[in-house]
């Protein structure tokens, strides 16, 4: 059974930094593309960034290019994402995805709050 476990988020203060984790287990993780999405109260689930299963891809939202910053390590079966100069409008909880087929995974969500 596939499992995507978040962690890392917290409140931090405008134009501060936090890191988020996403512990895959139950899939063959290095062949998994990877997505972190978000959803802030009132709103839509959005797409933030993406990276290919290599790691050799990434993209972007464009209101987080220059700032965040997705990344892999197929050995530990985690994907991160690096969150700099944070903005209050990033307040959101925060999930990891992935999809084979028609199945569309998601982890539980971390909520991360920018706020002084």
């Known amino acids: 059974q596939v499992q995507l476990v978040e962690s890392g988020g917290g409140l931090v203060q405008p134009g501060g930094s936090v890191k988020l984790s996403c512990a895959a287990s139950?899939?063959?993780?290095?062949?998994?593309?990877m997505r972190w999405y978000r959803q802030a109260p009132g709103k839509e689930r959005e797409l933030v960034a993406f990276i290919t299963s290599p790691g050799s891809v990434t993209t972007y939202a464009d209101s987080v290019k220059g700032r965040f910053t997705i990344s892999r390590d197929n050995a530990k079966n985690t994907v991160y994402l690096q969150m700099n100069s944070l903005k209050p409008e990033d307040t959101a909880v925060y999930y990891c995805n992935t999809n084979l087929g028609l199945n569309n995974y998601w982890g539980q969500g971390t909520q991360v709050t920018v706020a002084s």
């Open positions: 139950g899939l063959r993780f290095s062949t998994y593309a």
